[in-house]
C-alpha cells in the first residue's frame, strides 16, 4: 500500500481551507493527508520530513494580516520548492504549487507562473472540474516519487536488520 499523498493548504481563510480540504478528500478519498499554514511565514516551521512527503502545494498569495506582500509570498513558495529538492538530496522534483487568490492583478499571475507555480486560478473564478483535473495529475505524478521513497525505507531498515544479525552470528562465533 503506498504512502497518502500529501497536500499542503496556505490559506488566511480557514473557511476556505476547510472546503478545499474537503473537496480534495471527495476526489482523492482517505490516500490524502493535508497539512494546513495560516501563511508562507509558517514554511519556517515544517521539519526537513514533513517537506520531504509533500506532493502538491495549494497557496494564498495575498497575507495582508501578515504584512506578507503578493510577490513576497511568491518569492517564499520557490524557495520552498528549492528546499524540497535540497532536502531530497536532489533526488525528486519539485512539488507543483497551484496559486488560489482573491487578487485581479494580471501582473502577479505572470509572476507565479514565471517562479514555478503550475496554475494560477481566481477564487472567485474557479472552476473546480479544470482544478481536479490538475489535482488528479499532479497527484499522479507524485505517486511513483511516494512508493520509491518507501522502497528506499523498507530497503534501509532491512539492511540494518541484517548488520544486526552478521554483528551478533560474529559475536557468537568470536566467543
Known sequence: MSAPAQVLLIDGDPGFSAMLERVLHAWVGSELETLRLQNPAEL???TAEQLARIDLVFAEVAFPAANL??????ARLAALSRDIVATSGGQSAPPPWIVLTEERDRSLELH??????????QKDTL???????RVRRAL???AP????????TAIVDSLMELAGDIEASLEVVGT
Not at 506582500?69 to 511568491?74: F, N
Not at 516519487?145 to 528506499?152: D, F, G, H, L, P
Open 44 to 46: 519556517e516551521m515544517l
Open 69 to 74: 506582500a503578493p510577490r513576497d509570498s511568491i
Open 112 to 121: 507565479s507562473l514565471r517562479a514555478g507555480a503550475a496554475e494560477f486560478f
Open 127 to 133: 472552476q473546480l472540474s479544470l482544478l481536479e483535473l
Open 140 to 142: 499522479e505524478l507524485a
Open 145 to 152: 516519487t511516494r512508493a520509491n521513497s518507501q522502497t528506499e
